[in-house]
């Protein structure tokens, strides 16, 4: 059974701000770079089928986090993905958090109840010794969100403004992680911000069901979702502006109850040097 002491001291081991892109986004180099700058975490997305792309980033690092923003479940049985893991906290000890979730309907076939589903494979998880406080679910709504505080670390939202971070601390309660994703773009020009974030929101993410069900829990509007979605909501999913003002909009997770966020850069080539700006503001 793991104390409160010692979960707060997984939910410190993420730190207040890290980094997110796709496996395979980063080089040995750039994590390197990552881990320098003091990001306290690197959350690999894109669902991977095995966690391989996981160990090129843990051994170009020495301590930094490394988490998966998500393992899909559907993609990789959970006696697989366990037995991985096991292989990385052996090589890597205490490093490696395993986030996992149920994706979305639209890209699976054998999509199905995906609260049940999740419980299953956290069974599996369970019976092959992946610690709940090295689990992390994908959760958006209030369901996914308890079962996240009640057997992970705690939960990882993607595609999110502040406005659910509140609601999703509330649900959580404290002593549970909580650590967003948001999407930036460093540009001053607002127009111009909105013609990058636009399109990788709009798709697939506008054409979802969970994401969309949840940007209606918000208030959100079918025609702020149509159509790329409007300005107010694009703004609301991607920050943007200079170094400090996107700072300042990724910081709101934290004062709404957040203990990390994880940063998305986008329409860069070379966002390490965009990290570097924002860390830093």
Do not use: C
């Amino acid at each position: 059974m793991t104390t409160s002491s010692e979960k707060s001291a997984h939910i410190q081991r993420f730190g207040t701000h890290g980094t997110w892109g796709w496996f395979g986004q980063f080089s040995p180099e750039e994590a390197a770079q990552i881990e320098e700058l003091g990001y306290g975490a690197i959350w690999l997305g894109g669902s991977p089928k095995h966690l391989r792309p996981v160990h090129k980033v843990l051994a170009a690092t020495q301590n930094i986090t490394v988490a998966t923003g998500i393992v899909n479940i559907w993609n990789t049985d959970a006696a697989t993905i366990a037995g991985e893991y096991a292989d990385l906290e052996n090589e890597f000890p205490g490093r490696f958090y395993l986030g996992i979730g149920a994706g979305h309907p639209e890209a699976t076939a054998e999509y199905t109840k995906p609260y049940d589903a999740v419980s299953r494979y956290l069974d599996v998880l369970d019976e092959h010794g992946v610690p709940a406080e090295r689990r992390l679910l994908a959760a958006l709504g209030p369901r996914m969100l308890r079962l996240s505080a009640d057997r992970a670390l705690g939960a990882h939202p993607y595609l999110t403004p502040p406005a659910h971070t509140k609601i999703a601390r509330e649900t959580l309660g404290e002593g549970v992680l909580l650590a967003p994703e948001h999407k930036v773009v460093v540009d001053t020009d607002p127009a111009a911000a909105r013609a990058v974030g636009r399109p990788p929101v709009d798709q697939p993410y506008l054409h979802l069901r969970n994401y969309t069900s949840n940007l209606k829990r918000l208030g959100w509007t079918d025609a702020d979702i149509e159509n790329g979605g409007s300005d107010e909501l694009i703004d609301a999913l991607v920050a943007h502006g200079d170094a400090a003002a996107v700072r300042r909009q990724v910081d709101e997770h934290l004062a709404a109850g957040a203990d990390h966020v994880a940063v998305q850069v986008l329409g860069s080539e070379t966002p390490v040097e965009q990290l570097a700006a924002i860390i830093k503001a």
